[in-house]
């Protein structure tokens, strides 16, 4: 895989992005909806796009806005619609244009006073919150974060009644919708002015970071995590999480040292992702060097992404542990020390987790609920308490809280984190060292990923891939056991293939977001094997899309 030479290094001043530039264009630029990555889509969580290339600008939000109220009046939905920003630059310009059509179409929104960020999982906890013991009158949410992509780029991502992103349904009527307001250059949109909306009584504000850190006693054993003073380091990484992480430390009394508290809508301060971008993902040993070099200065550290649903945990033994070796440690750690838990409660995963979390999971007595890759799928069985624990590949998890009920039904990179300290505190085991005494149990898997350039048509392709059209039957010296284009636990299409050896599987499918297309592996048979395998398939994968 081709790295970027200066992956991990400081980012040079000419590699910042424009703001002026950036937010100007978001206004006077005018997609064209019949050129496809200028058009509404939403991939795996929301649209997401940048003003500098006509994805993600005015137009797109108004559309959207206004597709989300009348989906709301379709469906019913007719409470409250919770709304959040995270710290991108195009965060606060998609608000102002989001509560220009809210307002004009008489929806009560609720917003954090004095501009404040909100994280994704606050959001979900708010939803949750108003909606529980009601019959009608439900609230959903409104997301505004591109999440970890870079700087230059904005999102917007929808949340259901139930506080997790919207369903596959949900997201095509609205982009259809959208994209229909945009072909009529906006006709039928309703809409006031920004003024307008700051005098009007439909937007009220929301403590969020008040009620968000108020209930976590209620999700961690925080009295545990006080009395066990673990130095704690937190990197914000200059996400919409930077403000929560200070009263966590003062109201529960933690040793909890946060690293930097500035915002910086260049992200400045970061260091360049794999491929030279900056791209602010907890999971990249690249974009979290800051964290990985100071190791050693704490028991346990962890950064989260920009709205703060993503995790990515250090440890002094190992520095930044992969993905899915925190999951598997979560599971092993929270199904036994849970008591009040449904016994028949189980385990969720994506197509693209670790084969240890079965394994793991069957020790415990606990099913496997697999999904496609995508939050979204957990949200309604964790919403009927059918799940514990719920994680991705991509470091995304959340839990049930300690008496059995929901928590959030998005993901919680907040929670993740200071999971992982409260792992040490009841133990006595650093996490890194957990995930090695659970392999020496279970199975060494090495698991690996390799992403590549690929337009929306090449996406296209791959999205809809089948085995046949790979042509082999035989991958890193095994016979196929098992192909698959949907997911074990739901039957829903997984936007890709899976392949399965007897000691080894691989995934390739496109990213929802980005033009990439990502191959996953995982291999019990060494490293050697499976960076042969990674090989094998990616040029198999080059030639498809070529």
Known sequence: ?????????????????????????????????????????????GHRGSSLTSSFNEWHLLAIAQAICD??????????????????????????SVLQVLVANGVTVLIAPDQEYTPTPAISLAILAFNHGRQSGFADGIVISPSHNPPEFGGLKYNTCQGDGADIRATNWIENKANEFLRLDLHGIKRVSIAQTRQTNFIHYYDFLGHYVDSLCEVLDINMLRHAALHIGVDPMGGAGVHYWERIAEQYALDLDIIDKQVDERFAFMTLDWDGKIRLDPASGYAMQRLIQRKADFDVAFGCDTDHDRHGIVTPECGLMPPNHFLVVAIDYLFQHRPAWNKHAGVGKNVVCTQLIDRVSTSLNRDVYETPVGFK??????????????????????LLRRDGSVWTTDKDGIVMGLLAAEILAATGISPGTHYQVLSDSFGHPDAGRVEGNANA???AILSTLHFS?????????????????????????????????ENAWFVIRPSGT????KIYAESFLGKPHLESLLKEVQSLVIHLIS
């Open 1 to 45: 895989m081709w790295i970027h030479p200066l992956a991990g290094k400081p980012v040079p001043t000419s590699m910042l992005v424009n703001i002026p530039r950036l937010v100007a264009a978001y206004y006077t630029e005018r997609p064209d909806v019949s050129v496809a990555a200028q058009a509404v889509i939403f991939g795996t969580s």
């Open 71 to 96: 989906y709301r009046a379709e469906h019913g939905i007719h409470g409250p619609l919770y709304l959040g920003i995270d710290t991108h630059a195009l965060s606060i310009p998609a608000q102002d």
């Open 377 to 398: 799928w957990f949200g309604g069985v964790l919403y009927q308490g059918a799940l514990g624990f719920a994680g991705e590949e991509s470091a995304g998890a959340t």
């Open 457 to 459: 048509q090449q996406r």
């Open 469 to 501: 059209q790979l042509k082999k039957s035989e991958f890193g010296g095994e016979q196929v056991l098992r192909s698959t284009t949907e997911a074990q636990g739901n039957h829903q299409a997984i936007n890709g293939l899976k392949v399965v050896t």
């Open 514 to 517: 980005e033009d990439l297309y």
